[in-house]
């Protein structure tokens, strides 16, 4: 099931609000209840083959957490953790990479057949959310939760369950027990949810089918370098609007709730480096990765050649958490060498280069690192770049979708920027702060529903509709 759907907008959304809310407030455990097992529900509706391996995840983060948290012998806590991490990161392992590794051991010739299995939803973000929790407690950061239902609730809430953000059990500890419902944080989430459904349907939607049919004709002497160069764009533009939009759906379900999730994005493409723009995008994990691998590595209190490894080794390792292909891996390594040439090439230059061509340079090294994100396979990459940057100059092909889509791309180059805090600076500057924060509410709620109405009538005259993170 997925937030831009009938299904969820029309029936499992309405219904939960509907027993939720007419369970008691000070019945919070029942509430809870609720929420777990319509979750539950919203999980299986879209893999309930693979039910049993999530309820088995969630099994061995709580027994994990409850193992390391009430163990006094260290040699037993220590054991406890590692064993957890070995059961949950072998789980994703084998669902998520086995056919990748045995595919190359296949090509080999040293076994007959590759083994592959169909990639469960989500299991990459609910792993990921369940071992920070054991992790933490095993560091002190978090206590032992010893009710089973507080836990499953943590990792398998709905909002954020098969596409993130990735919550820390620190960050919503005290509301999984103890948290306050108010009309005020039901419209703001409301508010919230609507603008995200209106970024996807609006924005990332019509972007998704542009980047398709440019990425089609891939090997083709119909890719033109300009309609190249229109995809990638396109492609920047769905893959931004398409997972914020998910995030934001998502923080503002939480926030009906009672649950304050965590921005996972804060405007990357206005980023004037490429260590900003991994500070603005996918905040959740890049967190996550800093956290538990970078920091535990050592970080950057080190030698500058451990500094070096210690990025290499968490950029490849984030190359492959976002799939098991050899196009994964190169963008993570892309990455991870582009960090360290930042830090210890550029990093003089950079302070003279003037903004805007800063700016400038950082967007065509992320349009470039999205094409082996989109590409289908590493041959396919090339091609596609080479048709960017050494491609026949026809202009007719990109002339076309440009004309075809243009409201959306201008809609989607407004969105890029942080508008509202623009203009909420403008009005602070004048001295008119009051004014707006009262007609920007108002001006807020009236076109968040009018967005919402617009991107539902999309909704049901329209059939293209993906999420592009449910793949991972």
């Known amino acids: 099931m997925v937030f831009t759907s009938e299904e969820f907008l029309l029936f499992f959304l309405p219904l939960l609000f509907l027993i939720y809310f007419a369970v008691p407030a000070k019945l919070l455990q029942v509430r809870n209840a609720v929420l777990l097992a319509f979750s539950i529900v919203f999980y299986a509706w879209g893999g309930v083959r693979y039910l049993a391996l999530f309820v088995l995840s969630l099994a061995v983060n709580y027994f994990g957490g409850l ?4 163990f006094k012998n260290r040699t037993l806590k220590k054991l406890s953790l590692v064993l957890t991490l070995a059961v949950g990161l072998g789980l994703l392992g084998v669902f998520k990479y086995a056919g990748f590794f045995t595919g190359m051991l296949e090509s080999a010739g040293m076994i007959d057949r590759a083994v592959s299995f169909a990639l469960p939803i989500g299991i990459s973000f609910y792993t990921f959310q369940g071992l920070s929790y054991v992790i933490d407690v095993y560091r ?3 206590a032992c939760q010893k009710n089973p239902l507080a836990v499953c609730l943590y990792v398998a809430l709905f909002p954020q369950l098969v596409a993130g953000p990735i919550v820390r059990y620190t960050d919503v500890e005290r509301e999984l027990v103890c948290r306050t419902h108010s009309f005020g944080d039901f419209s703001d989430g409301a508010v919230r949810f609507m603008l995200g459904f209106g970024k996807k349907m609006l924005m990332a939607n019509p972007m998704g089918e542009v980047a398709d049919k440019v990425f089609s004709l891939t090997g083709t002497s119909l890719l033109t370098s300009p ?9 920047a533009f769905q893959i931004y609007f398409d997972f914020s ?3 934001d759906m998502a923080i503002g379900i939480g926030k009906m709730f009672g649950f304050k999730f965590n921005e996972n994005f804060n405007y990357p493409y206005i980023s004037a480096s490429v260590t900003e723009f991994w500070r603005r995008w996918h ?4 967190t996550w990765f800093r956290d538990y691998v970078y920091i535990s590595l050592g970080g950057n209190r080190c030698s500058a050649g451990r500094h070096i490894f210690n990025l290499s080794v968490v950029w490849f390792l984030t190359g492959m958490w976002h799939g098991a292909s050899w196009n994964f891996i190169l963008w993570g390594v ?5 960090l360290i040439l930042e830090k210890y090439v550029f990093a003089g230059l950079m302070k003279k280069i003037p903004k805007p061509l800063s700016h400038l340079l950082t967007m ?5 690192g999205w094409v082996f994100f989109r590409a289908e396979t590493l041959g396919d990459a090339v091609i596609y770049l080479s048709a960017m940057f050494a491609g026949s100059p026809d202009f007719r092909e990109a002339e076309y979708l440009v004309r075809q889509y243009l409201p959306e791309l201008v809609l ?3 969105g890029i920027f942080p508008v509202k805090r623009l203009i909420g600076s403008f009005f602070e500057k004048r001295g008119d702060r009051a004014v707006w924060v009262v007609t920007g509410e108002v001006f807020g709620k009236v076109f968040a529903a009018a967005v919402f109405v617009l991107s539902y009538a999309k909704l049901v005259s329209g059939s293209f509709n993906p999420f592009i993170y449910f793949r991972f």
């Open 227 to 235: 309609a190249a160069w229109v995809g990638a764009a396109a492609y």
């Open 283 to 286: 905040i959740s994990l890049s």
């Open 140 to 142: 002190g950061d978090a």
């Open 67 to 70: 193992a390391v948290g009430l």
């Open 412 to 414: 989607c180059f407004i």
């Open 334 to 338: 892309y990455y991870g060498v582009l």
């Open 245 to 247: 939009a998910y995030s």
């Open 364 to 368: 065509l090294i992320v349009l470039v």
